[in-house]
Nanobody, 117 residues
Framework: QMHLVETGGVSVQTGGSLKLSCSVT????????QGWYRQAPRKEREFVAA??????????VYADSVRDRFTISRAHAENILYQQMTILKPANTAIYYC????????WGRGTQVTVSS
């Protein structure tokens, strides 16, 4: 069983930056990638970025729409997953969810990010 809690979502203006955090508790495996998804109003939930499981090696993956603007990282000792977001746009307004294990895995409750023009 895993428990994920997101924090850091706020309202920002276009061009601003924001860093989301996700506290992860529970046992992880190398096959259970951890990362972020988001769901914008009236849209399907979509993948944003992911890392291999804690203490595991592998590639970092980003959605094309956020590559070069978003950076996923983590603090291993504290079991915290981060997402640094820069040059934010109104289209990035969404609820951002922390995830472990893909769409059939574990989810946090989400944190709201609102980008105003």
């Amino acid at each position: 069983q895993m428990h994920l809690v997101e924090t850091g979502g706020v309202s920002v203006q276009t061009g601003g930056s924001l860093k989301l955090s996700c506290s992860v508790t529970g046992r992880t495996t190398c096959t259970a990638r951890q990362g972020w998804y988001r769901q914008a109003p009236r849209k399907e939930r979509e993948f944003v970025a992911a890392l291999p499981g804690f203490w595991c090696s592998g590639a970092t993956v980003y959605a094309d729409s956020v590559r070069d603007r978003f950076t996923i990282s983590r603090a291993h000792a504290e079991n915290i997953l981060y997402q640094q977001m820069t040059i934010l746009k109104p289209a990035n307004t969404a609820i951002y969810y922390c995830n472990s294990g893909g769409t059939s895995g574990y989810w946090g409750r989400g944190t709201q990010v609102t980008v105003s023009s």
